[in-house]
């Protein structure tokens, strides 16, 4: 099954601070091919990397070496909403494109030796669905595969403001994968606990909450988080109000993104690695 | 005029409560949707929302009330028309089943006297559309067939039905009490009058006789007798004829003279063939022509049909909506 991933390359912009050695740029020194100075051999006992030009070269006699930075890993984490509007979905639910996109994540990290963790939340953080970041990609795969069937319940989103306190001090890469269905308030605070990490936002939007509406009827909804009712009588005006409701929600919500900083990726309907993999490319420096 | 409404079955109103019901269930056919405050305000859509509840409480209120059979009351009219209020008292003894000798109108020979007295009172009986006309007949007694009533089809009716096999007594006394008993406790329409038919007399002990004289007088009566006679028979107006002597007056001329002693009008005709009948009846068809008064019975007006009716169309409604519902989301 795990072979059936397909994964995504991506890298970060900041220098690691993990010991664990990775493929990310790191401030450790050790076994790396980054030269970062010279010390001494007292300070720095390793006579393997005595350097022997700058030896010779000193006038006082000390005895040179050479220091390396070391590649680092940098934890990756997941980050998924698991409230009611995750339920939504027309050929497949937000929840199971979640946990598509989240096991992508899992294999692609585990590819370039992060530890990888999962967390849920809803209108709490879920601690059922917490996978703490390991090396070993297994639990959090059981938990992506067990999230497919999960049918979350009628809750808010509320949880987000907590989520940070389950993250590590260590500046993460964080996959934040919800269809930002919340209050603006509610997602600025959010997104403000959450900025010593980089955050990759994954919007999820379905196009049949919007623009795939059916052509002409009377239809009563109920929302997935409040249950609140209403009798929707679709038509052309109608359907062009709600796509014009969203398209100024997407620019808003694109707007709080960039103020964090924050690059949003939006998906609809269907997952694409590989575009995943263009949009580290486009928008996180190397 | 102010309506009160009735209910045939006021247990059904105990359902009425349960009209809430739409307000309370939700709709079977519910989408989920992500988020429903991102859905811009639509106000025909909330109209249409509103008006569905709407209907569905109103049809529902409308089936209880139409299951509580809602009805008003019956009226009571009093109307003004040209006619009188009549009792017909007709002769059913056996005699009267003897054909007029010599009879012939229309061709038929031997026409029975009933037979005949109900055609013609049967024409009699629809050239006057505004009378109250009640009925009753006698023979050994008086036998109550019709009350005073406007109902053309059970006037007429009960004219048909004299017309059978009959008894062989004449008790005149007896019907004509039953006939003055139709319009006791009958509003007074200032025209009354009682048609009296038959064949001959017949005698009424003394104190019958002072009941009639009674009765015809309080209850404002007029008396008009038709005599059927035999032709070449005695006739009541043959103030000539002197009985035997120690030999009782006939009973005919001894009932003439009786009611020629009561207070109230009094005519008496006689006839001798159907065309005589016919005038007789045609001469009291237009004395009886003064304004009377009457009161016509309205009934209460049901009105569960009504609401039975509405409730359709309202789940008519209802059910074009359904046609216009959205099944496939996608």
Known sequence: ?286 | MNILIFFNSPWALWLLPLAILPLVLDRAFTQRYSWVAMLPKDKLSDLIGLLMKVLAVLALLLIFLGLASPHSKQQIIEKIGVGAQIALVLDRSASMDDPFSGGEINGKVGETKSVAASRLITQFVKSRQNDMIGMTTFSNSGMYVLPLTENREAILAAVQATAGNALFQTNIGSGMTSGAGLFDKVPDSGSRAMILLSDGGGRIDAETQQKIHDWLDRLHIGLYWIVLRQPGGLSIFDTSYVPPEDAVLPTQIELNEFFKTLNSPYHAYEAEDPKSLAAAIADINQKEKKPIRYHEQIPGYDFSQACFLLAALMIGLLLGVKYLEVRTWD
């Open chain 1, 1 to 286: 099954m795990q072979n059936e991933i397909k994964e995504f390359s991506y890298h970060i912009s900041w220098r690691s601070r993990g010991r664990h050695s990775g493929r990310h740029l790191s401030t450790q020194r050790g076994m790396g091919m980054e030269f970062r100075g010279h010390t001494s051999l007292l300070s720095y006992p390793d006579p393997r990397r005595i350097d022997i030009r700058q030896t010779i070269r000193d006038p006082l006699e000390q005895v040179h070496v050479r220091m390396f930075n070391q590649k680092s890993a940098s934890p990756v984490f997941a980050i998924a909403d698991l409230s009611g509007s995750m339920n939504f979905g027309a050929k497949q639910s937000k929840v199971a494109l979640t946990s598509e996109i989240a096991s992508t994540i899992a294999v692609s990290a585990r590819k370039n030796s992060d530890p990888f963790g999962f967390i849920g939340f809803d209108d709490v953080v879920r601690e059922d669905w917490i996978c703490p970041p390991s090396f070993r990609a297994h639990q959090a795969l059981e938990l992506c595969a067990a999230l497919n069937k999960f049918e979350p319940a009628q809750v808010s989103g509320a949880g987000l403001k907590d989520v940070s306190r389950f993250l590590p001090r260590e500046r993460s890469l964080i996959f934040l994968i919800s269809d930002f269905h919340m209050p603006m308030e509610e997602l600025k605070n959010g997104l403000s606990s959450l900025m010593q990490h980089h955050v990759v936002p994954i919007v999820l939007w379905d196009s049949s909450e919007y623009k795939n509406l059916p052509e002409f009827g009377i239809t009563s909804v109920i929302d997935c988080e409040t249950g609140q009712k209403r009798t929707l009588f679709l038509r052309k005006e109608m359907r062009a109000n709600i796509v014009a409701s969203f398209e100024a929600r997407r620019a808003e919500i694109e707007a709080l993104f960039m103020s964090f900083d924050m690059a949003a990726f939006f998906l609809e309907g269907v997952f694409d690695a590989d575009a995943l993999t263009e949009y580290f490319h486009q928008f996180v420096a190397a």
